[in-house]
C-alpha cells in the first residue's frame, strides 16, 4: 500500500504548487483512499470479532472513536509527514555537506557533533517551505494588518535564513548553538515526528560519512522539485571511491 501511495505521491510532488489540494482529483489517490477504505472496514471487523472471541463487551461508540475519515486524514499526513521529508533532509543535507567540504569533513572527524549538524542542515535547507493557517482574529503583524478570515502563508524556510534571528544565515555552521529554527514548525502543530526525523538524519549522515570514500557530485545539472511547499530533488547522482574513509 505504501508503494501504490509513493506512486501517487510522487504525481502530487511534481504540482507546481501545493496549497492547491489538486490531489483530491488524481485517480491514484482516489484509488489509495478506497483502498484505505476497504483495510481500514475489514480490520474493524477483525478487531471486533477478536473482541468478541475474547468476551471484551466494548460500547460501539468506544470501539470506534475516530470517523474512517479521520484515520485516512491521518494515515495520509503521517506517511507525507513521515516519508517525503524525511527523505529531503537526507538528500539535501547531504548536498550541502558536498557543497561544504570544510564542513563535511568537520562532521566526518567529529561525529559527535551530529545532532546540532542534523538541526544546522534543516535549518539551512528546510523540507517543508511553507505552511498556512487561517487568521483566528484581525492582527497586526509586520506592520501590516492581517483580518480574520484571511489565508495566511507562513514561509518557514524564509523565517530559518532570517538574518534578525540568525547570524550569517545564508552560511552553514554545523556548531550553531542558538538554532531554534521552525523546519518542524511550531506550537500547536509542532511535527509529531521531529524525534524520529532527527534521529534518521543523524543516523543516514553518520553511515554516508563512514561509509562512502571521496564522494562527489557527477557535475549533472541538479534537479529540483516543482513544489512550492515540499522541497527536496528528484534525485542526487554522486560518484564515490570503494573503502572506507581514513581517520
Ligand atoms: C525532516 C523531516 C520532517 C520535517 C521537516 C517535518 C516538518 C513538519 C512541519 C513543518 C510540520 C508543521 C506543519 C504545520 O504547522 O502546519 C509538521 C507536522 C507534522 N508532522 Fe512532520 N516533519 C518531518 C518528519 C515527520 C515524521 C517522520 C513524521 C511521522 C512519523 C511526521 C508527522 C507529522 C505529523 C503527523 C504532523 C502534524 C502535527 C499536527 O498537526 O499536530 N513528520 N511536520
Redesign the pocket.
Known amino acids: 500500500m505504501l508503494l501504490r501511495f509513493r506512486l501517487g505521491y510522487v504525481d502530487l510532488a511534481v504540482e507546481k504548487t501545493a496549497i492547491k489540494p489538486t490531489i483530491y482529483e488524481h485517480p491514484e489517490f482516489t484509488t489509495f483512499i478506497t483502498g484505505m477504505n476497504m483495510h481500514f472496514a475489514a480490520w474493524r471487523d477483525a478487531s471486533a470479532a477478536r473482541l468478541k472471541a475474547l468476551k471484551v463487551d466494548c460500547h460501539p461508540k468506544q470501539v470506534q472513536r475516530l470517523s474512517d475519515a479521520e484515520v485516512i486524514a491521518?494515515v495520509i499526513?503521517?506517511l507525507i509527514?513521515?516519508h517525503e521529508?524525511?527523505m529531503?533532509?537526507i538528500a539535501s543535507g547531504f548536498l550541502t555537506l558536498l557543497r561544504n567540504p570544510e564542513s563535511y569533513e568537520q562532521l566526518r572527524s567529529r561525529p559527535e557533533i551530529i545532532a546540532s549538524a542534523v538541526e544546522e542542515l534543516?535549518r539551512f535547507e528546510?523540507?517543508?517551505q511553507h505552511?498556512?493557517r487561517i487568521a483566528p482574529a484581525d492582527m497586526r503583524l509586520g506592520g501590516k494588518l492581517i483580518k480574520k478570515g484571511s489565508r495566511v502563508v507562513v514561509v518557514?524556510a524564509a523565517a530559518d535564513r532570517d538574518p534578525n534571528r540568525f547570524p550569517n544565515p545564508d552560511c552553514i555552521d554545523l556548531t550553531r548553538t542558538d538554532n531554534r529554527h521552525?523546519?518542524?514548525?511550531?506550537a500547536?502543530?509542532?511535527?509529531?515526528?521531529?524525534p524520529?526525523?532527527r534521529m534518521?538524519?543523524q543516523v543516514a549522515f553518520n553511515a554516508l560519512l563512514n561509509r562512502l570514500g571521496s564522494p562527489e557530485l557527477t557535475g549533472e545539472p541538479l534537479q529540483w522539485r516543482e513544489n512550492a511547499g515540499l522541497r527536496g530533488l528528484t534525485a542526487l547522482r554522486i560518484t564515490f571511491k570503494p573503502g572506507v574513509p581514513k581517520n
Open positions: 491521518n499526513i503521517t509527514g513521515g521529508t524525511t529531503n533532509l534543516l528546510s523540507p517543508v505552511t498556512a518557514l521552525l523546519a518542524f514548525g511550531w500547536a502543530h509542532f511535527c509529531f515526528g521531529a524520529l526525523a534518521e538524519g
